[in-house]
């Protein structure tokens, strides 16, 4: 059991938007950064967003983030084929010292 | 440009030992702090441990389910990342990545070496 909650799955057609959310609890994003990564298939996991809504160099504004208390969400708006990937959001957890993962949500383009 | 790649993995019998490398490129390894993430077959990504840079102390820190079996080092002169697994478990298989960064973010993953504890 992954200490950050995601759905397993979410899925929509080519230019819809779609919604990850990410749970957890006020040891880790509820006093903490969010992160999320993405990784397609076959391939590492890449740094998507950080500090809450930073972006890499590189990563189209299509995808934003918010926050509310120990819950965080990834939208990524018009959504594309190259989209399809396995995501991540991950928060340091003050309690277990240490950062923690959701279990991956993954995101099929229909 | 930044690169990351992991070696040594392979198949073991649990109770065995298997130590993995990653040779670091692109960047100052000397000032960096890098983790160990795996991702077991089916499952999500799981912070191992990581190593502070030597100027920060060069102290490790490791995630519960492998304190006091892994050890993570580092050797400045090579660019080289270590991970000595010991006392391996079934559970222990999965990809093994090495990342920059000692927290939350990080920010280079390598391709990721198979472990695979089975016997």
């Known amino acids: 059991q992954s200490v950050l909650t995601q759905p397993p799955s979410a899925s929509g057609t080519p230019g819809q938007r779609v919604t990850i959310s990410c749970s957890g609890s006020?040891?880790?994003?509820?006093?903490?950064?969010v992160y999320w990564y993405q990784q397609l298939p076959g391939t590492a996991p890449k740094l998507l967003i950080y500090?809450?809504?930073q972006r890499p160099s590189g990563v189209p504004d299509r995808f934003s983030v918010s926050k509310s208390g120990t819950s965080a969400s990834l939208a990524i708006s018009g959504l594309r084929s190259e989209d399809e990937a396995d995501y991540y959001c991950?928060?340091?957890?003050?309690?277990?010292?240490?950062?923690?993962f959701g279990g991956g949500t993954k995101v099929t383009v229909l | 440009e930044v690169q990351l790649v992991e070696s040594g993995g392979g198949l073991v019998k649990p109770g065995g030992s298997l130590r993995l490398s990653c040779a670091a490129s692109?960047?100052?390894?000397?000032?960096?702090?890098m983790s160990w993430v795996r991702r077991a077959p089916g499952k999500g990504l799981e912070w191992v441990g990581r190593?502070?840079?030597?100027?920060?102390?060069?102290?490790?820190d490791y995630a519960a389910p492998v304190k006091g079996r892994f050890t993570i080092s580092r050797d400045d002169s090579k660019n080289t990342l270590y991970l000595q697994m010991n006392s391996l478990k079934t559970e222990d298989t999965a990809v093994y990545y090495c990342?920059?960064?000692?927290?939350?973010?990080?920010?280079?993953w390598g391709q990721g070496t198979l472990v695979t504890v089975s016997s």
């Open positions: 990342t920059t960064g000692g927290g939350a973010k990080l920010d280079y």
């Open positions: 692109g960047f100052t390894f000397t000032n960096a702090w």
């Open positions: 190593i502070k840079s030597k100027t920060d102390g060069g102290t490790t």
């Open positions: 006020s040891s880790n994003i509820g006093n903490n950064y």
């Open positions: 500090r809450n809504n």
């Open positions: 991950a928060a340091w957890d003050d309690s277990l010292s240490g950062p923690v």
